[in-house]
C-alpha cells in the first residue's frame, strides 16, 4: 500500500483528524458533561504540543489532510495559538478548523485566525438567555459576542451546530436558521447521541431529523448540496439564498459507510469509532520513544480495527464516556 493513503478494512479512506486538546469546558451542556463532573484527565498525562504535532505528522505523511481541533473547549489549552501554528505548517495538511463555544473568542478570535485556522464551528443550541443557561449553565450574551468577534476576525465559513431536543429548543430551530440567514453562517442540526449517562438521559428528547427536514421544506425549498469539510453533514442550499443547512443524524440515517474520520483524545488514545469504546493507546508508545517508521506502523494497525458502523442504536449501554472525552 502506498505510503500517502491510509484505508481500512473496509475500503474507507482515511484522511480526517480530529483532536481533543482538553476534555475540560467551560460549559455544562446537558447531553455533554454532567454538572458536577470532576473526572477529569490529569494535565501530566495530556500529550503535549509536540505530541500532537508527531501524530498529526504522521498522519499527514499518510494522506491525512483534514485536522479539526475539538475539546472540551479547546480555548480552554493554554497556548492554543502554538499548536495551531504548528499544525497549519505541516505539509500535507489543507484544512485546520476549530470547534468552540465561543465563550473566549472576544479575545482569541483574532489570534487563531492569524495562526492558522482555517474554518470555525459554533456550538449555539438556543438564542433565549433562559433557555441557553438551561441547557449549557453559561451566558449567552457571552457566546453571541465571541461569534460577533469570529466574524469580524474574517472567519469564513462559519457553521453554526445545533443539538435539537425536543421539549428545550425544537421550537427555535426558524428562529436559529433565521439567525444564521441574516449573517450568513451554515446552519447545522445534530440528533442527540447515547453517549455517556447524560447522552443516555437526553433519550427522551430525542428528535428525528428526518421529520424537521420535512416540516422545513415545506416552508422553503431545500436544494442538495456538497460543502467542503469532510464532516458527516448531509447538507442543503436554501432556495433563493446562499445560506446552507446541514443535517447530522447517526441514528435515523447513519453515515457509517463514508466515515472517514478517527478522534485523538487529549490523554492519546485513538478512537476509531465514536460509537465503540475500544480505542487504541498511544500515549505511552510516544514517550517510550517510538520512531516516525513505528509510529507509522502502530496507526496503520489501529486503522485496521475501525469498525464497520457505530452501536449507537443496538447497545447504547456500551457507551460510558462521555463526549467531552471522545472529542467534537
Same mark, same amino acid.
Given at each position: 500500500m502506498p505510503s500517502n493513503t491510509l484505508?481500512?478494512?473496509?475500503?474507507?479512506? /482515511?484522511e480526517y483528524l480530529r483532536i481533543s486538546v482538553i476534555d475540560r469546558c467551560d460549559l455544562r451542556c446537558s447531553y455533554c458533561l454532567p454538572k458536577r463532573f470532576k473526572g477529569f484527565e490529569e494535565p501530566a498525562n495530556w500529550l503535549s504540543f509536540e505530541e500532537i504535532e508527531r501524530v498529526t505528522r504522521a498522519f499527514a505523511f499518510m494522506g491525512v489532510h483534514r485536522i479539526r481541533l475539538t475539546g472540551g473547549e479547546p480555548l480552554m489549552r493554554r497556548d492554543l495559538t502554538?499548536?495551531? &501554528?504548528? =499544525?497549519?505548517? *505541516?505539509?500535507?495538511?489543507? &484544512? =485546520?478548523? *476549530? %470547534? %468552540?463555544?465561543?465563550? +473566549?473568542? &472576544?479575545?482569541?478570535? $483574532?489570534?487563531?485566525? +492569524?495562526a492558522g485556522v482555517s474554518?470555525?464551528?459554533v456550538s449555539l443550541d438556543s438564542l433565549r438567555p433562559k433557555v441557553f443557561e438551561k441547557i449549557t449553565g453559561g451566558s449567552l450574551n457571552k457566546v453571541l459576542t465571541g461569534i460577533e468577534a469570529c466574524q469580524s476576525a474574517g472567519f469564513e465559513p462559519i457553521r453554526v451546530n445545533t443539538v435539537v431536543m425536543r421539549g428545550v429548543?425544537? &421550537?427555535?430551530?426558524? $428562529?436559529?436558521?433565521?439567525?444564521?440567514?441574516? +449573517?450568513?453562517?451554515? =446552519?447545522?442540526?445534530i440528533e442527540t447521541m447515547p453517549?455517556?449517562?447524560?447522552?443516555?438521559?437526553?433519550?427522551?428528547?430525542?428528535?428525528? *431529523?428526518?421529520?424537521?427536514?420535512?416540516?422545513?421544506?415545506?416552508?422553503?425549498? *431545500? /436544494?442538495?448540496?456538497?460543502?467542503?469539510g469532510g464532516g458527516p453533514a448531509r447538507y442543503y442550499r436554501l432556495?433563493?439564498?446562499?445560506?446552507?443547512?446541514?443535517?447530522?443524524?447517526p441514528i435515523s440515517q447513519h453515515f457509517c459507510e463514508t466515515c472517514n474520520r478517527v478522534r485523538l483524545t487529549v490523554d492519546g488514545d485513538l478512537y476509531l469509532c465514536l460509537g465503540h469504546e475500544h480505542a487504541y493507546p498511544l500515549r505511552q508508545l510516544l514517550r517510550d520513544g517510538i520512531d516516525d517508521t513505528g509510529l507509522t506502523d502502530h496507526l496503520r494497525r489501529a486503522i485496521a480495527l475501525k469498525p464497520?458502523?457505530?452501536?449507537? %442504536?443496538?447497545?447504547?449501554?456500551?457507551?460510558?464516556r462521555f463526549m467531552a472525552k471522545s472529542g467534537g
Amino acid at each position: 500500500m502506498p505510503s500517502n493513503t491510509l484505508t481500512d478494512m473496509f475500503g474507507r479512506r /482515511i484522511e480526517y483528524l480530529r483532536i481533543s486538546v482538553i476534555d475540560r469546558c467551560d460549559l455544562r451542556c446537558s447531553y455533554c458533561l454532567p454538572k458536577r463532573f470532576k473526572g477529569f484527565e490529569e494535565p501530566a498525562n495530556w500529550l503535549s504540543f509536540e505530541e500532537i504535532e508527531r501524530v498529526t505528522r504522521a498522519f499527514a505523511f499518510m494522506g491525512v489532510h483534514r485536522i479539526r481541533l475539538t475539546g472540551g473547549e479547546p480555548l480552554m489549552r493554554r497556548d492554543l495559538t502554538e499548536l495551531v &501554528d504548528r =499544525l497549519a505548517h *505541516l505539509p500535507g495538511i489543507s &484544512d =485546520l478548523a *476549530l %470547534s %468552540s463555544n465561543c465563550t +473566549r473568542m &472576544d479575545k482569541l478570535a $483574532a489570534p487563531l485566525y +492569524r495562526a492558522g485556522v482555517s474554518r470555525l464551528n459554533v456550538s449555539l443550541d438556543s438564542l433565549r438567555p433562559k433557555v441557553f443557561e438551561k441547557i449549557t449553565g453559561g451566558s449567552l450574551n457571552k457566546v453571541l459576542t465571541g461569534i460577533e468577534a469570529c466574524q469580524s476576525a474574517g472567519f469564513e465559513p462559519i457553521r453554526v451546530n445545533t443539538v435539537v431536543m425536543r421539549g428545550v429548543n425544537d &421550537d427555535e430551530i426558524d $428562529a436559529i436558521l433565521d439567525y444564521c440567514i441574516e +449573517r450568513g453562517f451554515t =446552519l447545522r442540526l445534530i440528533e442527540t447521541m447515547p453517549m455517556g449517562d447524560t447522552g443516555r438521559n437526553a433519550v427522551n428528547k430525542y428528535i428525528d *431529523l428526518q421529520t424537521v427536514r420535512q416540516r422545513l421544506e415545506r416552508r422553503i425549498e *431545500l /436544494i442538495p448540496d456538497i460543502l467542503p469539510g469532510g464532516g458527516p453533514a448531509r447538507y442543503y442550499r436554501l432556495a433563493g439564498t446562499d445560506t446552507r443547512i446541514g443535517f447530522i443524524t447517526p441514528i435515523s440515517q447513519h453515515f457509517c459507510e463514508t466515515c472517514n474520520r478517527v478522534r485523538l483524545t487529549v490523554d492519546g488514545d485513538l478512537y476509531l469509532c465514536l460509537g465503540h469504546e475500544h480505542a487504541y493507546p498511544l500515549r505511552q508508545l510516544l514517550r517510550d520513544g517510538i520512531d516516525d517508521t513505528g509510529l507509522t506502523d502502530h496507526l496503520r494497525r489501529a486503522i485496521a480495527l475501525k469498525p464497520e458502523r457505530h452501536e449507537f %442504536s443496538e447497545r447504547p449501554e456500551k457507551l460510558i464516556r462521555f463526549m467531552a472525552k471522545s472529542g467534537g
